[in-house]
Every structure is written in C-alpha cells, then in structure tokens.
C-alpha cells in the first residue's frame, strides 16, 4: 500500500492517562474558540488526514506554501492551514506555553503547544492561493475576512466533535485497514462536491477497471451557496452505489472539511489528502475544485507536472459526454460523430432543471439519484 504523504501517517489523537490529564489541563489554560471548520482541521491534522502536519503551519512553512507550494522541508504543499485569531485573543496567549481549542460547543477539542504569533498580507495571500484577490471568489472572501493574527504550533485531541454523518466517518488509519481487508492494493479516490450525475459514474467504473478498489470521498463541511446539501450528496450516493456498483469494488467515506475553491492547488492538496487514506490513485477532472472562471479548464491537471514527487498517480479525465447516437457516455477519443449528437455533462444546467421541478433525463441522471434530489424540499445550500 503506498506509504502517507511523508512517509508517515500522523496520530495526535490523546489516549489513555495523557487523556485524562489533558482533559484537567484545559479547564486552567487560555483558550481560542474555534469555528466548525477550524475543528474540522483539527481533527484532521490528529488523525493524519494532513499528514505529515502535526500542527498549523508556522510562518517560515507558510511563506514557503505561499511561494513554492511546498513546506520549508521542500515536500509538497499546497494550502495553508492555518489558525487565525484577533489580536486581543492573540495578546493574551504566549509562544512556548499551551492553550486550549474549544470547539463550537465551548468544549475543550484539543491543546495547542503555541510555538508563534505571525501576522500575514491577506491580499497577498489570496492572489497566491487563489491566483486573485477578486472578493467575489468564495476563498477570497474568507481569506479577506479572516483576522489578523497566525498561530503556529503542534496540537493535540482531546475529543472528536460529533457529526450528523459519523457513521461514514473513517479515519485513514481506518480507510487503510478497510482497503487492506479487502484484498486492496491499489485504490482510486473520487473527490466530490456534488450530487453523482452518469459522467461522474462513467469516469469512477472507467478508473475503476484500472485498480482493485473505488474509494468514493465526499467533502462534507462548509460550501458555497448553490452548491448540493451534505445529506442529499450522501443519500444519492448511498443510492447509486447500492443499485449500480459492485459492492466489493466500492466504498465511501466523508473527508470532513470545507471546500477552498483553489483550484489547481487543491487538486494536489485533495491528491495529498487521499494519499494519506490509503488511494494510489485519485481521479482529476475538467476544473477540479475550481468556481466560476477563474481557472483555466484543466489547470487542476496541468500543475501535477509540477510535482513529480507526489507518489499518487492521477488520472486524467478531458472531456465525456453522452452520444445519442453512440448510446452511451463517451469521449472525444473514441467517439467520431458530431456535436449534434452530444449531451453535455454541465452542472449548472441540471440544477436548472431541478430547480424549475423537472427530471433531468436519464442520460445525465439516474431515476434513483434524481429521485432522492426532487424528494428534498430544498436540495441546495442557502
């Protein structure tokens, strides 16, 4: 099985007597409250998802994943991940000296062994994850509000913040034991924000003929607005995999985190992410975690030549369409007949479509997944 981004797969998770005395710890320290989707990093950095983080970034690796997309050690790295904080919440908190994380409940989530304060160039930041400092981007948008203070330092969990999904939660110590039950060596990932229409299917079973196993991992967390609910991405899933997949070809599990919209960094940054599960290869699409027209079509998948390095393979998919005439989903290599007998996979038309009530047709959307969508009274996120 390929080896986590580093060569080894982070635990920061506290257990035992450690626990128990960081559990009375907490209560006497400072404390920063964290949003949902801070905890949601925390989470993930104890449990290895962002492997070989052990912490937020400090500012030498920060300025290094801004300039190089790497961290100062040279591997890569491609997003910051970073805890923002006021000032007065930063005045009153001391490099070499703990404080607690408190989730959004005001319950003690983890320690943070504070090693430095450093502020940061929001504008400058933005143009460089995001290649613009365009306020309308969802991800400059956040990075424009975020406050002004940086926290570096190692973390440590106390607790796991539960979610309404835990039963698709797995950790990739968990993705990893699960793969290897299965007899699975070799495991492509599937990244997704959004409800499965036939083209997602098509390039998942056509990656799949590839590999042992399938490995289907919704991004479950903070959204734009527009974009598919958590549970009706779940239960479509849910759905199509019961009545269209091999069951001991496929499985799913949720990666608990929000979507950045950057574009070709997140792709690798997703890349590093399943690597860390246990897949050796991840499927990359046209305008991977892209939005609006920011990106170039397939800049997701140009900037892998730019890590050869990274150890997990990706896998291309151009353009696929359904051919009425061929009968099937298919793409420009292998299909000869005109545009005229294309039905383009577009996102934003099958929304349309199931907002005005209609059924998409059962070329682009199966009855089932279609079904579950037109059932919830508002499918989208608000």
């Not at 390929?2 to 982070?10: A, E, F, T, V, Y």
Request: charged share 25%.
């Amino acid at each position: 099985m390929i080896q986590p981004h580093g060569g080894k797969l982070i635990d920061r998770v506290l257990k035992g007597a450690a626990l128990e005395e960081a559990k009375k710890r907490a209560g006497t320290l400072p404390s920063v409250r964290l949003d949902a989707e801070q905890t949601s990093d925390v989470e993930n950095i104890a449990t290895g998802v962002f492997s070989p983080l052990e912490g937020f970034l400090g500012e030498k690796d920060f300025r290094s994943v801004l300039d190089k997309m790497r961290l100062a050690n040279g591997l890569a790295w491609t997003i910051p991940v970073v805890l923002a904080v006021d000032k007065k919440t930063a005045d009153a908190l001391v490099p070499g000296k703990d404080a607690a994380l408190l989730n959004v409940a005001g319950e003690p989530a983890a320690i943070l062994h504070l090693a430095e304060k450093y502020g940061f160039d929001r504008k400058e930041t933005a143009r460089k994850v995001f290649g613009t400092e365009d306020a309308a981007h969802p991800g400059v948008a956040k990075i424009m509000n975020m406050p002004e203070v940086l926290l570096g330092g190692t973390i440590d969990l106390i607790r796991e913040t539960p979610t309404p999904y835990q039963k698709y939660k797995l950790s990739p110590l968990e993705t990893r034991k699960l793969f290897q039950d299965k007899g699975w060596n070799t495991v492509v990932g599937f990244q997704t924000r959004n409800t499965p229409h036939i083209g997602h299917e098509y390039v998942q079973k056509s990656a799949l003929t590839l590999v042992d196993g399938l490995f289907i991992n919704p991004v479950i967390g903070k959204k734009k607005k527009g974009d598919y609910r958590d549970e009706v991405i779940l239960e479509s899933y849910e759905e199509l995999i019961k009545n269209y997949y091999v069951p001991e070809r496929t499985t799913m599990a949720i990666l608990m985190m929000e979507m950045r919209y950057a574009g070709p960094r997140e792709a690798i940054f997703h890349a590093i992410i399943r690597k860390n599960f246990g897949c050796s290869h991840i499927i990359i699409g046209r305008d991977h975690a892209g939005v609006g027209s920011y990106y170039a079509p397939f800049a997701a998948q140009e900037i892998f030549a730019d890590f050869p390095d990274l150890e997990i393979t990706p896998l291309f998919f151009r353009s696929f369409f359904y051919c009425k005439k061929c009968g099937s989903v298919v793409s420009d290599k292998i299909c000869p007949h005109g545009k005229e007998h294309q039905i383009q996979f577009r996102g934003t038309e099958i929304r349309d479509l199931l907002l005005r009530g209609e059924y998409p047709p059962a070329e682009l959307v199966r009855p089932e997944v279609a079904k579950i969508i037109m059932d919830e009274k508002n499918p989208f996120n608000d």
